[in-house]
């Protein structure tokens, strides 16, 4: 985006003006669309966790600064979900740190971790805020492009391997991958491991959809994997998992010396936010199996509604493993500018989708992608599938 709008930005976010979701979403209201750009669920969790903060706010806990690295009962109940789901173990008070959102724990890492003019790898296309925060760090992104092989975006280990050079300090991994819908598997992971031990290199985790694995996908934390404990700062959020995006809970996991480093800058973002919500949430994170596997079904059903309905419709379709978003290519309805089909598909058929190309560096590799988000009601979602059906 330009960012002529905004003459005082500084140099070093200037490429940052404004965010396509801001356009898209002005687009879907001014033509009455059926809004598939940005990823928020338009039901909310679970009522017994919204009343969970009503009781909160009630109580008159949480009304005025919480701790500054979370009140205890969330970092308690974050460490024992990362023990119970992924058998790592860490010390609630010393390697938990609560943070207003991913959002926060993602620019709160990078300002704590990198030097200016240090490299930072991060997979493309990549989630847009990463871009901004290597920026706010004075860091330089280095993207490692994942490509189309056989229905899904994989990463070639051996561009990752290339991109990383003396000047790299840190490797910014989202899996499940946020808009292809890849999961990385054991072998990726394990490769990224590898090569992180070897290079030395810190390592940044973006977890958010960790609930969300399909067809037998298996979300495995990086940290959990040989000589990754000690160098690796894993984000997790409870927006995505519980439908709640607008509380911006999230939290770092990692040990307590990058954990440290990560809240002595977050003291100076937000110092504490959400104090009545961190207490809904450590209810939610000890939510029976049942929720998470009812969540995940759900979340799949309305998956293969989308995707169905974009294969009739004639796109190319990725069917994610994970996350809740559908990337697609356009080439097979004779177009190729992601752009410009966006800017015209609220017209044409009353949805709004995202072009993948503002998550490229390399605009033109992302050109023909395009993406949908299903975390939606199924109605709402086979409504605009029979929209984009007729054409
Ligand atoms: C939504 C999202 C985030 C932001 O999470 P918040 O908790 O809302 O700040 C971070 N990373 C990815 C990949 C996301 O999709």
Redesign the pocket.
């Known amino acids: 985006m330009t960012s002529s709008a905004r003459p005082h930005l500084n140099r070093r976010l200037a490429e940052f003006g404004t965010t396509i979701f801001a356009e898209m979403s002005a687009l879907a209201v001014a033509t009455g669309s059926i809004n598939l750009g940005q ?1 928020f669920p338009d039901t909310d969790g679970p009522e017994e966790i919204r009343e969970a903060a009503v009781r909160a706010l009630r109580d008159g806990r949480g009304n005025q600064y919480p701790p500054g690295p979370g009140i205890p009962e969330l970092r308690t109940a974050i460490a024992a979900h990362q023990q119970r789901r992924y058998g790592l173990a860490c010390d609630p008070d010393t390697e938990v740190l609560v943070t ?7 620019a709160a890492s990078l300002l704590a971790l990198v030097e200016p003019g240090d490299e930072v790898v991060a997979l493309e296309p990549y ?1 847009d ?1 990463y871009a901004a925060s290597i920026a706010m760090a004075g860091g330089k992104r280095v993207p490692v492009t994942l490509r189309p092989h056989e229905g899904s975006f994989r990463l070639d280990l051996d561009e990752l391997r290339a991109a990383v050079t003396d000047r790299t300090r840190l490797l910014l991994i ?1 899996t499940p ?2 808009p292809t819908g890849t999961v990385l598997t054991r072998e990726e992971l394990a490769a990224i491991a590898e090569l992180a031990v070897e290079r030395d290199l810190l390592v940044v985790t ?1 977890e ?2 960790e609930h969300l694995v399909f067809d037998g996908a298996e979300h495995l934390p990086p940290a959990a994997f040989p000589g990754m404990r000690e160098r690796t700062v894993s ?1 997790g ?4 998992t519980f439908s709640f ?1 607008g509380w ?3 939290w770092v996991t990692g040990p307590r010396e990058l954990v440290g480093a990560v809240r002595a800058v977050k003291q100076f973002l937000t110092y504490v936010s959400a104090g009545p919500f961190q207490y809904a949430v450590a209810e939610a994170l000890a939510l029976p199996d049942s929720y998470f596997e009812e969540f995940r079904r759900s979340m799949r059903e309305r998956r293969d509604i989308l995707a169905d309905g974009l294969t009739a419709a004639g796109f190319e379709v990725f069917r994610p493993a994970g ?1 809740y978003f559908i990337t697609t290519d356009i080439r097979p309805l004779g177009e190729k500018d992601g752009f410009a089909f966006c800017r015209a598909l609220p017209e044409r058929a009353g949805v709004v989708a995202i072009p993948n190309a503002v998550f490229y560096d390399d605009r033109e590799a992302g050109a023909p992608f395009v993406r949908f988000a299903f975390c939606k009601r199924e109605e709402v979602l086979r409504e605009a599938a029979e929209r984009l059906r007729a054409m």
């Open positions: 990823g207003a959102g991913a959002t926060e724990a993602i989630y805020s989202n991958h946020n973006d958010v959809y984000i959020s409870a927006g995505k995006t911006k809970v999230g996350t």
